[in-house]
């Protein structure tokens, strides 16, 4: 659990710079007059289209994942405010009464942690630092540390990780690729060997120890943000006047 939370800390970090520049700019704005004497030149307009892109894009892909059906599916939670459980009838009929109990442990915990609204949050978050592999990259990571933590919950209330295996390995027929704004019971097909693999060992191997810390960092970057709108209130104009007189 604490593993996966560190993990969608880490996904959201490289966000933090960027905020800390909009602060600084919140805090410049605040300083001007209304309505402002000047225009900012063709540069500025040039050099703002790569992030417009990137933004629009990313936009556009959280809409498309929401009104896309997530396809054929096994089991799987979907909705972003009211998350439910979908079962296929015919996964229901193949799974013996202990794996399709699991199945369904395991998908209420995505229920409980509203998992289809943080996917789809995480995913927006990733497109907006697209093309940037890394930022992919964590988004696997956090998605696959999220089935884990998912996992361990379900077995902590008294769910076989055999059990939950069977029924992610039978579950595989049923569902061939990822879906968007959905939390399924495979997860993501390429960490399917190590999570089984997993599932079969003890519950108590797998239960990592730090927790990470939430006050900690939500105070410091609030405190940054502070600072920065304090130094775009008082010390902005110098540097946006530099900026502007570069690009006329
Ligand atoms: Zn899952």
Redesign the pocket.
């Known amino acids: 659990m604490q593993l996966e939370r560190l993990h969608w800390l880490a996904l959201w970090w490289p966000t933090a710079p960027a905020l800390t520049v909009a602060a600084w700019l919140c805090g410049w704005a605040l300083s001007q007059p209304d309505p402002v004497p000047g225009h900012v030149g063709r540069l500025i307009f040039i050099a703002a289209v790569p992030f417009t892109i990137v933004v629009g894009r990313a936009l556009m892909r959280a809409a498309w994942s929401l009104c896309h059906s997530p396809g054929v599916y096994g089991i799987v939670t979907v909705g972003l405010l009211r998350p439910r459980i979908v079962v296929a009838p015919e996964l229901a009929k193949a799974l013996d009464e202990p794996a399709l109990q699991a199945a369904l442990a395991?998908?209420r915990t995505?229920v409980r942690h509203r998992d289809p609204l943080r996917i789809w949050l995480a995913q927006f978050v990733t497109d907006l630092q697209w093309p940037w592999t890394p930022a992919r990259r964590r988004f696997t990571g956090w998605l696959a540390t999220l089935?884990n933590a998912?996992d361990d919950e379900a077995r902590a209330a008294g769910i076989e990780g055999a059990d939950l295996a069977a029924a992610v390995i039978s579950s595989l027929r049923f569902q061939i690729r990822s879906a968007a704004a959905a939390?399924?019971?495979i997860?993501q097909p390429e960490a399917l060997p190590a999570r089984i693999a997993r599932l079969l060992r003890p519950l108590q191997e797998n239960l990592p120890d730090r927790r990470p810390p939430y006050l900690m960092v939500a105070g410091g970057l609030v405190l940054v943000w502070l600072v920065a709108i304090v130094l775009g209130l008082f010390c902005g104009e110098r540097l946006v006047d530099s900026l502007l007189a570069i690009s006329s």
Request: glycine fraction near 12%; charge should be negative; proline fraction near 0%.
């Open positions: 395991h998908e995505h089935e998912r939390a399924t019971l997860g």
